[in-house]
């Protein structure tokens, strides 16, 4: 049976995006399975940028990169996703992924908030180069709440038609608030 989780919908399309020598950004490296991916897609001669404010996402990540034998092209930062204008260059990012809500096999309590993704996002938007993509696993409910959800949506839907497409799907028989598949182009 196909694998259809949230991250793995989205990790299609990221697969025909990126090319080698692309830059890329995991704006929430997790456990590194975005890393991983965005690594093994730019190649040895592009680069993964990859953010998480707890140091047990970098401790997983290196480990499964070293682990898969990734190409040695990212850098794994110990800092909130809003860092992320201090390491790329304004139109430079082929694709930029962000999952919503806590670490899998984290601590609930550390999430990310509305407070600090829309401003990511803002950036992130300006860190793409035309044609290139934001991929955002949007979870939420139960112990992640309703709030940062509902602002991500209100954001994307005031994006400016002319420079963005927003394509938002649903997991739509799926009960108890299923994650919401959103990518974002840069026209």
Not at 66 to 87: F, K, W
Not at 137 to 157: P, Q
Request: aromatic residues 8%.
């Amino acid at each position: 049976m196909k694998n259809f989780q949230i991250t793995e919908w989205c990790a299609r399309f990221i697969r025909e995006q990126i090319t080698e020598g692309d830059i890329c950004i995991d704006a929430t490296m997790g456990n590194g399975s975005d890393t991983l991916l965005l690594s093994c897609l730019c190649g040895k001669s592009g680069h993964v940028f990859a953010f998480d404010i707890q140091e047990q996402a970098l401790i997983s990540t290196r480990r499964k990169l070293q682990r898969e034998n990734a190409p040695e092209n990212y850098t794994l930062i110990h800092a909130s996703h809003t860092e992320m204008q201090q390491y790329a260059e304004k139109e430079s990012v082929s694709c930029i992924v962000f999952n919503f809500g806590y670490l899998p096999g984290g601590d609930h309590k550390l999430a990310t908030t509305k407070e600090t993704s829309v401003p990511a996002m803002e950036q992130a938007l300006s860190l793409l180069k035309k044609g290139g993509i934001l991929s955002l696993c949007i979870y939420s409910g139960g112990d992640s709440g309703f709030e940062e959800r509902d602002a991500v949506l209100s954001w994307l839907k005031a994006l400016n038609p002319r420079k963005f497409l927003v394509i938002k799907s649903d997991f739509y028989n799926r009960p108890n608030h299923p994650p919401i598949p959103v990518l974002v182009i840069k026209l």
